[in-house]
C-alpha cells in the first residue's frame, strides 16, 4: 500500500476539509504510528473510530505503520456493540476523534483504564517528520478486522492479513480496470469489507483520488454528480432528471452488491442512468469473489454475479458432495479458494476450521448455480434463504426478484416456514405503496403466471417495514419469527 502510494504526487483524498495529497497521507500515517509510540505494535489489535473522510485513512495507514491490525468502530454502533468489538478483538488502543469520543466514553468507564485513548488531534498537532517513507508492513500479518453483520449469529472477527487484501485489491484492480485517472465518490461506511476494501483502499492502491462524503446523502449524491466537484445546489427539481441521466451516464463504473440486486433495480438504473450496473459477489471472509465484467458493460447479466475474479477459485458442491461446477444449472454450495481468502476468525480456531474442507476450501454458507457460459447465480444463504418445499429446494432470492415486480410492492423479504404436509411453505412478508392494499388471494394468481405454483407464496404479511440490520441487510430470522 505504502509503495504504491509513494508513486503518486497527486490528490489521494478529498473531504469537506479540501484536498490531500498522498504525499501528505504519508506523513500523517507516519504522524500516527509516531503517536502510537513508534513501537512495534506486530499485529496488536488497534481500534480505531474516526468519521469517513481524511483522517480515515491517515489513522487506517498510521495503525498499519505501526504494525497494528486495524479495528474499524463506526459511529453507527451504540455503545454495547463498541464494547464487543473492542473486547472481542482485545485492542488494548483506540485512535479516536475528539468529536466522537462520547460514543465510545461509557465503555471506557466501563474498562476503567485497560484501554488507552491517542486522539486523531496528533495529525494536526505533529510537525511533518522528515523520514515519512520508512513505512513498510509485514505481508503474513493480521492488518484488519471485519466483524461479520451477524445476521446468523454473533459477529465474528475476520482477520485478514496484508497478503489478503493485497490479493483482493489487485484482483479488482486487474478485473474492473482501476486507474490513477479514476476519481470514486465514497459514500459507505467504513466498518465493512466493500467500504474499506472494494472502495477506498483500492482506488488509494491505484493512486485514483476518492472524495469522501461523511455519509450517504442522497442529494448530495445527485448534485455532486450532476454539478461537478465545485458546485453543489440544495435541491434536484424534477426536470433536472435529464441532467442526471447525462452526468451519471459519464461515470465509468456503477457496482452493486452485499444482497442480490432486484432485476426491477436493475433496469431502472439502467432507464434513469444509462449505466448497466455491474452487480459482484464477495463477503468479509473473501473479499470479491465473482464478478460482472469490470470493463464491458454490455456482458453484465441481470441477475448474474458474474465469472471469478482472477486469482480466484469457486467451486459448486452439492448436498452428496459432489463437484457440480460444470454441470449447466445444477445448484450447489459455493466454495472459494486463493490468496483472497481470510486468516481466522479471532480466537476461534474451531469455528475456522469447521468453515474449510479438508482440501482447504472455504465453504461460505451461500447456494449458487452456474450456467453453460459460466456465469453465476445466486440462491441465497443454505441457512434461511434455501427454503425445502414439497420436495423442491427454492431460492428466496429468486422469488423475491418476481415479487419485486409486482406494482404495489416496494420491499420484500421470503422465508420457509414450518409446515407439516410440505416440509416448508413459503411466506413473504412485503412493503406497500402508499394507499394500495394486497391479499394473498390476489397475489396467488398473479404470481401463478409468472413463477411456478411450489413457489408461490402460501402466506403473507403487510408490515410498514422489514427489520434490516446496521447495513440493511434483511434479518431473516426476524422475518421468520412473524409467522411463528
Ligand atoms: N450479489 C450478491 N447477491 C446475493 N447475496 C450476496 C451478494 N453479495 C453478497 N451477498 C451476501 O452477503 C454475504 C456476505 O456478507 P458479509 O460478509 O458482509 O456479512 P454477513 O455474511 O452478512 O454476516 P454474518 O456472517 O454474520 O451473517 C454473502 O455470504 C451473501 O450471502
Known amino acids: 500500500m505504502f509503495n504504491a502510494a509513494k508513486r503518486y504526487a497527486t490528490v489521494a483524498i478529498v473531504d469537506d476539509a479540501g484536498e490531500h495529497t498522498y ?34 485513512a491517515a489513522v487506517q495507514w498510521g495503525i498499519w505503520a505501526a504494525g497494528g491490525a486495524v479495528v474499524p468502530l463506526s459511529p453507527m454502533h451504540p455503545d454495547r456493540e463498541l464494547e464487543y468489538f473492542i473486547t472481542n478483538s482485545e485492542a488494548k488502543t483506540l485512535v479516536c476523534h475528539p468529536a466522537l469520543l462520547p460514543n465510545v466514553q461509557p465503555v471506557l468507564d466501563r474498562l476503567q483504564g485497560q484501554i488507552s485513548v491517542v486522539s486523531t488531534d496528533v495529525i494536526h498537532d505533529l510537525p511533518n517528520l522528515p523520514q515519512a517513507d520508512d513505512l513498510a508492513v509485514d505481508d503474513e500479518q493480521g492488518a484488519l478486522f471485519i466483524y461479520t453483520s451477524g445476521t446468523t449469529g454473533k459477529p465474528k472477527g475476520v482477520v485478514l492479513t496484508h497478503a489478503n487484501i493485497a490479493a483482493q485489491i489487485t484482483d479488482l484492480e486487474e478485473a474492473w480496470g482501476w486507474t490513477p485517472e479514476d476519481r470514486l465518490l465514497h459514500v459507505l461506511p467504513l466498518h ?10 483500492t482506488a488509494l492502491w491505484s493512486g485514483a483520488t476518492t472524495e469522501m462524503l461523511p455519509k450517504f446523502d ?138 474449510f474442507t479438508s482440501d482447504g476450501w472455504f465453504i461460505t454458507g451461500d447456494v449458487g448455480t452456474r450456467d453453460s457460459d459460466g456465469l453465476y447465480y445466486i440462491m441465497g444463504r443454505m441457512s434461511v434463504d434455501i427454503i425445502k418445499s414439497g420436495g423442491f429446494k427454492l431460492s428466496a432470492l429468486e422469488i423475491e426478484r ?71 441487510k434483511l434479518d431473516k430470522k426476524a422475518v421468520k419469527a412473524m409467522f411463528a
Open 402 to 472: 418476481e415479487l419485486l415486480e409486482h406494482p404495489n410492492i416496494v420491499d420484500v423479504a421470503v422465508v420457509g416456514v414450518p409446515s407439516e404436509d410440505w416440509g416448508e411453505v413459503v411466506a413473504t412478508a412485503v412493503t406497500l405503496k402508499p394507499d394500495t392494499t394486497l391479499t394473498i388471494e390476489e397475489l396467488k394468481p398473479w404470481c401463478y403466471e409468472r413463477i411456478s405454483r411450489y413457489k408461490t407464496p402460501k402466506l403473507l404479511r403487510i408490515v410498514d417495514e422489514l427489520p434490516r440490520n446496521l447495513m440493511g
Open 218 to 355: 442522497k442529494d448530495r449524491v445527485w448534485n455532486r454528480i450532476i454539478d461537478g466537484p465545485q458546485d453543489a445546489a440544495e435541491e434536484m427539481p424534477t426536470e433536472r432528471q435529464r441532467q442526471a441521466y447525462t452526468a451519471m451516464n459519464s461515470l465509468r463504473l456503477t457496482c452493486s452488491g452485499s444482497a442480490a440486486l432486484p432485476t426491477s433495480v436493475f433496469r431502472r438504473w439502467q432507464k434513469a442512468t444509462g449505466q448497466i450496473m455491474l452487480e459482484r459477489y464477495g463477503m468479509s471472509e473473501i473479499g470479491m469473489a465473482l464478478s460482472n465484467d469490470g470493463l464491458n458493460p454490455q456482458n453484465r447479466k441481470a441477475g448474474s454475479v458474474g465469472k471469478p475474479l482472477p486469482k480466484v477459485q469457486v467451486r459448486l458442491i452439492d448436498a452428496e458432495g459432489k463437484d457440480v461446477t460444470e454441470t449447466p444449472g445444477a445448484s450447489g454450495t459455493i466454495q472459494i479458494k486463493g490468496p483472497n481468502v481470510f486468516h481466522a476468525y479471532y480466537g476461534l480456531p474451531e469455528k475456522t476450521a469447521k468453515e
Open 192 to 201: 465493512h469489507l466493500h467500504g474499506i476494501i472494494v472502495a477506498l483502499c
Open 23 to 56: 504525499v501528505q497521507l504519508l506523513q500523517d500515517a507516519r504522524k500516527v504510528k509516531s503517536a502510537l509510540g513508534d513501537r512495534d505494535h506486530k499485529g496488536a489489535s488497534i481500534a480505531m473510530l474516526v468519521p469517513n473522510g481524511y483522517q480515515y
